[in-house]
């Protein structure tokens, strides 16, 4: 593999996805927040002691206004930023040549990770106008030796578990002894 495919892939790969992500994050923090005022209501409720009442009627008050605000401020982010981030071209371009990167540096452990990796390779490459094959040859990704009696399955890639990426989509994996039992049948 060249230098150039050894650079590190960066963390906020699909930034699209990881904000919203981060966003549902926030509701739940929101609506815990939420359940964490009930409780305190009703347990202010119990104690005789009129300080303590007051004590955690004033808490759940101000926890429930900071849980107003945290809503009021993620749905207003989360509308600015999926607004701008959802056609975002250079956005997309480097999502893609992200996961570009993964795939020219999997590690050849699961191929189920790189079939997930290629996938959204797919899903990039058409929010940019672009195919798979125009960014990627199946012989640029990392491979076991492919026996000679698979590969005309087609096989394209093998991990070292023996598991396979086939199909002319890349989007098949099967062991190599269901690839030989399929070739017999």
Not at 166 to 183: F, K, P, Q, W, Y
Request: glycine fraction near 2%; proline fraction near 4%; charged fraction near 30%.
């Amino acid at each position: 593999m060249t230098d150039e495919f050894k650079k590190p892939v960066f963390f906020s790969a699909n930034l699209h996805d990881d904000l919203s992500h981060a966003f549902e994050d926030l509701e739940k923090v929101h609506s815990m927040l939420e359940q964490i005022v009930r409780n305190m209501e009703e347990t202010a409720d119990l104690p005789e002691n009129e300080a303590v009442r007051v004590y955690l009627r004033d808490t759940a008050d101000l926890v429930l206004g900071q849980a107003d605000a945290l809503e009021k401020w993620t749905t207003t982010y989360e509308n600015a930023v999926c607004e701008q981030l959802e056609n975002n071209h250079l956005v997309y371009e480097r999502d893609t040549y992200q996961t570009l990167t993964r795939i020219l540096q999997w590690d050849m452990v699961d191929v189920r990770q790189l079939a997930r990796w290629i996938r959204e390779l797919k899903e990039l490459t058409a929010h940019i106008g672009l195919t798979l094959p125009y960014l990627l040859h199946v012989r640029q990704i990392p491979t076991e030796p492919i026996p000679e009696d698979v590969a005309k399955y087609p096989v394209f890639v093998l991990d070292r578990q023996g598991y396979c990426l086939c199909g002319m989509g890349l989007d098949e994996i099967r062991s190599l002894d269901e690839v030989r039992d399929r070739m017999e049948n």
